[in-house]
């Protein structure tokens, strides 16, 4: 894939003049006539397409057994996995469409190969509804790279496109905005009728980093900013704009917990983890991923903010236990800068009190849960829904479900593995 940075990346000024507001009910027991709803619609979190519930299986008009005759048949070649905003599906775009999973229990719930294998490396759910993000990908794109295709399963069609002068690195969605992210800006959307609100510059982003919060009501979004080692919060609620200097190299991972309190980030090194207030930019937590140098693949935080997942290039899903208090969160009291040493005063290595003796790594946090995997292989991680539970998929189409214990620690139990890509696990 080419890098296209040094264009001008400023949108379609009017992408479609004539998008509607997208419908995002589910599909119910008895198929309903659909109406468009009106601009100010926002769903609600029971807006459920993609069904999970064991006793109400899909139906087939919905979600039809695939043709065994056809391209589907074929091992694909995967491009792009993502999960969804609350961790319960993930998506996988290959060189022949998608494909939409659940994750407890694991099965595949829907797939849409197009015609002349177009090929899609990128796919954003919205939750679980029939609304999708696609960009194309691979050797026979479906999609021009530039294009951010929103896709309406309902209508088994786009339904409205951006249009930009560079190549797509990623897109994040919530109910009321498209945040789509190019080399070296962000654009942020509104979601009834795209209308641009907003766009930010950004150091070289290749990678396509970004991550907003999924809290109604509350809207931050946290990218790289100008300079190596720096984010940027943007705070839509308060209008106000947080510059937080992580680390001293460059951004390789971070991840924002639901309600956008919480930052984790990784820097390039990947040996240190660092647990940021998005609303002051102080530092609470710093967490020791190893000694070594290594690649952060992916960061999650649990929905209760109480554990932090990373995994990297090591080979080993690692398990945190956040010292955060909740009740401290959510104000902009201090606008002082993060407070690099307030990972020793919160240390909870046994070696501690001999701090001042011992090089730096002996006084950081280290993991109390490990899964050991293929070391280089590309993995990423979130926690499932059961109660001390971590998903974790692989570009090699592996799928595993594990579980912790957060009394002992150390390795975690495999509860569950599949692999993806293989046409006999489908259905």
Request: hydrophobic share 35%; proline share 7%.
């Given at each position: 894939?080419?890098?296209?940075?040094?264009?001008?990346?400023?949108?379609?000024?009017?992408?479609?003049?004539?998008?509607?507001?997208?419908?995002?009910?589910?599909?119910l027991e008895?198929?309903?006539?659909?109406?468009?709803?009106?601009?100010?619609?926002?769903?609600?979190?029971?807006?459920?397409?993609y069904?999970d519930?064991?006793?109400?299986?899909?139906?087939?008009?919905?979600?039809?057994d695939?043709?065994p005759?056809?391209?589907?048949?074929?091992i694909?070649?995967l491009l792009h996995?993502?999960?969804?905003?609350?961790y319960?599906?993930?998506?996988?775009?290959?060189?022949q469409?998608?494909r939409?999973?659940?994750?407890?229990?694991?099965?595949?719930?829907?797939?849409r190969?197009?015609?002349?294998?177009?090929?899609?490396?990128?796919?954003?759910?919205l939750?679980?509804?029939n609304?999708?993000?696609?960009?194309?990908g691979?050797?026979?794109?479906?999609?021009?790279l530039?294009?951010?295709?929103?896709?309406?399963?309902?209508?088994?069609?786009?339904?409205?496109?951006?249009?930009?002068?560079?190549?797509v690195?990623?897109?994040?969605?919530?109910?009321?905005?498209?945040?789509v992210v190019?080399e070296?800006?962000i654009?942020?959307?509104n979601?009834?009728d795209?209308?641009?609100?907003?766009?930010?510059e950004t150091?070289?982003?290749?990678k396509?980093?970004?991550?907003?919060?999924?809290?109604?009501?509350?809207?931050?979004?946290?990218?790289?900013?100008?300079?190596?080692?720096?984010?940027?919060?943007?705070?839509?609620s308060?209008?106000?704009s947080?510059?937080?200097?992580?680390?001293?190299?460059?951004?390789?991972?971070f991840?924002?917990?639901?309600?956008?309190?919480?930052?984790?980030?990784?820097s390039?090194?990947?040996?240190?983890?660092?647990i940021?207030?998005?609303?002051?930019?102080?530092?609470?937590?710093?967490?020791r991923?190893?000694?070594?140098?290594?690649?952060?693949?992916s960061?999650?935080?649990?929905?209760?903010?109480?554990?932090?997942a990373?995994?990297?290039?090591?080979?080993?899903?690692?398990?945190?236990?956040?010292?955060?208090?909740?009740?401290?969160?959510?104000s902009d009291?201090?606008?002082?800068?993060?407070?690099?040493?307030?990972?020793?005063?919160t240390?909870?290595?046994?070696?501690?009190?001999?701090?001042?003796?011992?090089p730096?790594y002996f006084?950081?946090?280290?993991?109390?849960?490990?899964?050991r995997?293929?070391?280089?292989?590309?993995?990423?991680?979130?926690?499932?829904?059961?109660?001390?539970?971590?998903?974790?998929?692989?570009?090699?189409?592996s799928?595993?479900?594990?579980k912790?214990?957060p009394?002992?620690?150390?390795?975690?139990?495999?509860?569950?593995?599949h692999?993806?890509?293989?046409?006999?696990?489908?259905f």
């Amino acid at each position: 894939m080419s890098t296209l940075s040094s264009f001008s990346s400023q949108p379609n000024p009017n992408p479609n003049p004539n998008f509607p507001s997208p419908m995002l009910e589910p599909y119910l027991e008895q198929q309903q006539e659909m109406q468009p709803d009106p601009p100010d619609y926002e769903p609600q979190n029971d807006d459920v397409y993609y069904s999970d519930d064991n006793n109400n299986p899909p139906r087939s008009f919905v979600f039809p057994d695939p043709d065994p005759n056809s391209v589907s048949g074929s091992i694909p070649t995967l491009l792009h996995v993502s999960f969804n905003q609350d961790y319960g599906c993930f998506a996988m775009g290959t060189d022949q469409g998608f494909r939409i999973y659940n994750c407890d229990p694991f099965r595949e719930i829907f797939r849409r190969d197009f015609d002349c294998n177009g090929g899609i490396g990128t796919v954003e759910m919205l939750f679980r509804c029939n609304i999708l993000a696609l960009v194309g990908g691979g050797e026979t794109p479906q999609y021009p790279l530039n294009k951010v295709m929103i896709w309406d399963d309902h209508q088994s069609r786009c339904i409205g496109e951006l249009s930009f002068r560079s190549e797509v690195r990623g897109v994040r969605l919530r109910r009321d905005r498209i945040v789509v992210v190019l080399e070296q800006k962000i654009f942020v959307y509104n979601f009834a009728d795209l209308k641009l609100l907003h766009q930010i510059e950004t150091i070289a982003n290749p990678k396509g980093l970004c991550a907003v919060s999924q809290v109604a009501g509350s809207f931050v979004l946290v990218c790289p900013g100008l300079q190596k080692g720096q984010v940027r919060v943007e705070h839509y609620s308060s209008k106000t704009s947080k510059f937080i200097l992580a680390h001293d190299s460059r951004i390789a991972c971070f991840t924002l917990s639901l309600d956008g309190n919480l930052l984790a980030t990784a820097s390039s090194k990947g040996t240190l983890v660092r647990i940021f207030n998005t609303h002051d930019g102080t530092l609470l937590q710093e967490v020791r991923r190893g000694a070594d140098r290594a690649e952060i693949y992916s960061l999650a935080i649990s929905p209760t903010a109480q554990w932090l997942a990373v995994s990297s290039d090591k080979g080993t899903v690692h398990v945190f236990n956040l010292k955060v208090s909740l009740g401290n969160l959510g104000s902009d009291s201090s606008d002082s800068p993060p407070d690099r040493n307030l990972a020793a005063t919160t240390s909870s290595s046994s070696l501690s009190f001999i701090k001042g003796v011992l090089p730096k790594y002996f006084n950081s946090e280290w993991s109390v849960a490990q899964f050991r995997l293929l070391e280089g292989a590309r993995y990423i991680v979130a926690f499932g829904h059961q109660k001390n539970t971590v998903v974790i998929l692989g570009l090699d189409g592996s799928f595993y479900r594990c579980k912790f214990d957060p009394a002992t620690g150390g390795e975690m139990t495999q509860l569950d593995y599949h692999n993806f890509l293989k046409p006999e696990e489908a259905f």
